[in-house]
């Protein structure tokens, strides 16, 4: 990600996380890490004239007196490394070593199950499974929170999770809520996908924002970095890039599994 082309996010981090970069308009100024620390950062801002030539990572902060604390760092899919096997979905427990070794952290901040998980298994092996999530924004401590769920057709077995979707508070709206719960349900099915023998056949994704579910085949080629979710639009098109899903908007399946499942987020 270039910074300069992008006139919406406003503080960067180095790939050596050693400086932070906050963009004022068009000047730009660096803080260096204190001491052994790669989150926190002195608030003794030096201006330079142009961002570094290496890739910067965008970041939310927090300021703690003279500290300037990183919080939220755009991320990638992670990816398994090819040394480290994983176990076969066939039991809850598997199912969430899964999880916690190939996604992303913060979409499952909350994590909960259904108490066996064979039908569920039997569901995404034969395309059959639901992905189903919703967003909530608070405008009032601009706060985006999502919860998602893959579920049978019946709901009785699932796996569910909700999180606090990151970023700048001043980045967070209804839209970007909507596409953190969309994340969440689309990594942990690719997950779950590549730990298992067998590849998963098209499911059925299904969120009430029409406009948050268009945006998720997109060509991340195509994107543009200064559009205001980059950061969540380019990880859901990775995902999805290395498997197919149908897509369903407004329907009963939106109110009869998001109500059931997706708890106060």
Not at 182 to 194: D, K, N, P
Not at 195 to 215: F, H, I, W
């Amino acid at each position: 990600m270039e910074p300069q082309d992008d006139i919406h996010w406003y503080w960067f981090r180095s790939a050596d996380r050693e400086f932070v970069y906050e963009r004022v308009e068009e000047r730009i100024f660096r803080d260096v890490a204190r001491p052994h620390s790669h989150t926190r950062f002195n608030v003794a801002s030096l201006e330079v004239d142009t961002f570094p030539p290496d890739p910067m990572a965008r970041i939310s902060v927090t300021f703690h007196g003279d500290v300037i604390r990183a919080g939220s760092v755009e991320q990638e899919p992670q990816a398994l490394p090819p040394e480290e096997s994983l176990p076969l979905p066939n039991s809850i427990t598997h199912i969430k070593q899964i999880l916690r070794k190939c996604c992303l952290p913060w979409t499952y901040q909350i994590l909960k199950t259904s108490p066996t998980s064979n039908l569920l298994l039997h569901s995404l092996r034969q395309g059959t499974a639901l992905l189903v999530s919703d967003g909530s924004y608070y405008p009032a401590t601009r706060k985006a929170g999502a919860a998602w769920i893959i579920s049978t057709p019946c709901g009785s077995e699932y796996i569910e999770g909700a999180c606090r979707v990151p970023g700048d508070p001043f980045d967070s709206d209804s839209y970007r809520s909507e596409m953190g719960g969309i994340i969440g349900s689309s990594s942990a099915f690719y997950a779950l996908e590549m730990a298992d023998t067998e590849a998963y056949p098209n499911s059925t994704v299904v969120c009430d924002n029409k406009g948050a579910l268009q945006r998720c085949p997109a060509d991340r080629e195509l994107m543009k970095t200064t559009a205001k979710h980059f950061d969540l639009v380019s990880i859901v098109s990775a995902t999805w890039e290395t498997n197919l899903c149908n897509v369903k908007t407004n329907t009963r399946i939106t109110n009869t599994v998001v109500l059931s499942h997706c708890w106060n987020h």
